[in-house]
């Protein structure tokens, strides 16, 4: 089936590293996604990853992916309080028509 | 600027009557969504279209219609048949083909019960 799981929240300081993690459960899916949400607002894609990476960084964002487990993380580093949000983890359905598989979010609070 | 244009931001239903949130996108893209978002949960699919005149439901669309008259134009009509259309709606455009099929969304819109 599919299911995407991930932990509710996160609690770091300021300038520390955040690492979110997600666990997927269609092993066929070729795209997996990190997506930002902040309060009252839309959805902004941050990165993606294809099935053959293992990782892939991009600025202060490193994504690492294990298939074999299908374990998918988001690291974030010197984490700000600009980066407080809810951060969704997604892959696209391998059944066609580009459906995203959406978990529930982890919500990121940044404390000094 | 190309991007998504939801509204209104925020809506009111009163009891046994249909609203409709609209949805516009300026990105030529071909594919685009309704997502509904409940407090603690994941974005979940009420409907999508992939090509204009023809839609299909999503997971959760008892209660929901949709038109594609337009490539641009995708809006979403909430029933007096959903009880409980209290939600932030999310809408949402992908291009069909593309090396990482992403999709785009705006900005929501939150629906309330008067």
């Known amino acids: 089936g599919e299911d995407v799981e991930q932990s509710l929240f996160l609690s770091v300081r300021e300038g520390d590293s955040s690492v979110i993690n997600c666990t997927y459960t269609?092993?066929?899916?070729?795209?997996l996604y990190w997506y930002k949400q902040e309060p009252g607002a839309g959805l902004q894609l941050l990165t993606y990853i294809f099935s053959n990476m293992d990782m892939k960084q991009d600025q202060r964002l490193t994504v690492l992916l294990n298939k074999k487990d299908k374990h998918l993380s988001l690291r974030i580093a010197d984490t700000q309080t600009g980066d407080s949000a809810i951060y969704f983890c997604a892959e696209i359905f391998s059944g066609g028509y580009n459906k995203l598989i959406f978990g529930a979010g982890t919500r990121l609070a940044v404390h000094p | 600027d190309g991007g998504i244009t939801q509204s209104p931001k925020y809506l009111f239903r009163k009891e046994g009557q249909n609203v409709t949130l609209s949805c516009e996108q300026n990105?030529?893209?071909?594919?685009m969504y309704w997502y509904r978002q409940d407090p603690g949960q994941g974005l979940r699919l009420i409907y999508y279209?992939?090509?204009?005149?023809?839609?299909q439901k999503g997971d959760i669309a008892e209660g929901y219609s949709v038109s594609r008259e337009k490539k641009e134009s995708f809006p979403l009509t909430v029933t007096s048949a959903q009880k409980n259309p209290t939600a932030f709606y999310l809408c949402a455009s992908s291009p069909t083909y593309a090396s990482a099929p992403s999709q785009h969304f705006g900005d929501g819109t939150r629906l309330s019960i008067l």
């Open positions: 279209s992939q090509i204009v005149n023809d839609f």
């Open positions: 269609d092993s066929s899916s070729t795209y």
């Open positions: 990105l030529n893209h071909d594919a």
